[in-house]
């Protein structure tokens, strides 16, 4: 039975980065997290910064509040929570400039961990990556809505960047359909969508569907540091943002962004879609406890049913999605 671990954005600059200098990169992370993790076959993340100790704040883009960069032991981290693949295609990939994203290339590489969403020009940016999820093949296309001055060119570094509020451009169909014929399953993962929003948007659920109309069995997408509730369609499961996983943020009151979800999907097996409440202290991450779990599961509740999907708890921090 295999089962494929998601989670959302994934932070390692600023408090994190220090963190991760001073103490075990894996004390970021709860034990009983770490072994979740580690029971998968595969663990998929948005990597919200880059990883290196080079380049300068970009100028990319005008008035930009907020560089985040990771130490070399970032990797560590990412290692100790078990996460086998990373998406790049985010608007904190290139905080550092080309030096910095060519670093994080470089040292995930070195860690044997796969990544997917920037590159060292447009093609292999946009190319997506097909991993071994012990020994079930899943491709994986990253792809980010913003910001365009983060884009890779022909001939230089950067994001899979696409502008998914209008429609949805060729080379993503293209894509997801060439990791259709070297994948058992294909996972779109998008970075989409404005900061501390609850809902997708009209266009989110558009773009997802075209996702999965290309050959994209999960959608899985992050960006919002507030998650969502989930769809479903004919395909298959349709997690419009997971929230975030691992950060130093400040913490909006009644929006909670300091509470997420890791999604754990079973491509082949009941329950097909599993997901896990997460508790966001700062720079540590655990499994959501108490009223915290409380509160993730009536946000569910509420987030789901407009999507047409129920809720089941099974655990106090576990839940199954299902089609309504």
């Known amino acids: 039975m295999t089962a494929i671990g998601l989670l959302g954005d994934v932070m390692l600059g600023r408090g994190v980065a220090r963190a991760l200098e001073s103490a075990d990169p894996a004390d970021v992370w709860h034990d009983e997290l770490r072994d979740l993790c580690h029971r998968c076959d ?3 993340a948005n990597l919200e910064c ?3 100790t080079r380049g300068e704040p970009t100028s990319r883009v005008p ?7 990771s130490p070399p032991e970032g990797t560590d981290a ?5 996460i086998t693949a990373a998406g790049l295609a985010n608007n904190h990939a290139l905080d550092f400039d080309v030096p910095a994203i060519e670093d994080t290339l470089d040292h995930l590489r070195a860690a044997g961990i796969a990544s997917a969403g920037a590159g060292s020009d447009l093609s292999a940016a946009r190319r997506g990556v097909v991993l071994d999820a012990g020994g079930f093949r899943v491709g994986l296309l990253a792809v980010s809505d913003h910001p365009a001055a983060y884009a890779a060119g022909r001939s230089e570094p950067g994001i899979a960047y696409a502008d998914l509020a209008g429609e949805v451009p060729g080379w993503i169909f293209d894509g997801l359909d060439r990791l259709r014929g ?7 993962f998008p970075h989409w969508g404005p900061n501390m929003t609850t809902e997708p948007s009209r266009w989110q659920r558009s773009a997802a569907a075209a996702f999965q109309d290309a050959g994209a069995d999960l959608v899985a997408g992050h ?15 349709l997690v419009y943002d997971l929230g975030d996983a691992l950060d130093d943020y400040a913490v909006d009151p009644i929006l909670r962004n300091d509470r997420g979800l890791m999604a754990i999907w079973r491509p ?26 409380d509160w993730i599961a009536a946000r ?15 655990e106090t921090a576990r839940f199954v999605v299902a089609e309504a």
């Open 182 to 188: 070297l994948s058992d399953r294909v996972i779109a």
């Open 42 to 44: 595969a663990v998929i």
């Open 78 to 82: 990412l290692q100790a929570a078990g």
């Open 268 to 293: 082949d097996a009941e329950p097909v879609l599993e997901l896990v409440g997460l508790e966001l202290e700062f720079c540590h991450t655990r499994v959501a406890t108490g009223e915290g779990a």
């Open 300 to 314: 569910l509740d509420a987030a789901c049913a407009p999507l047409g999907t129920r809720v089941e708890r099974t």
């Open 223 to 237: 960006s919002a540091h507030v998650f969502h509730g989930v769809g479903w369609s004919d395909r298959g499961p």
């Open 63 to 69: 008035d930009k509040p907020f560089f985040f960069r």
């Open 50 to 52: 880059c990883i290196s």
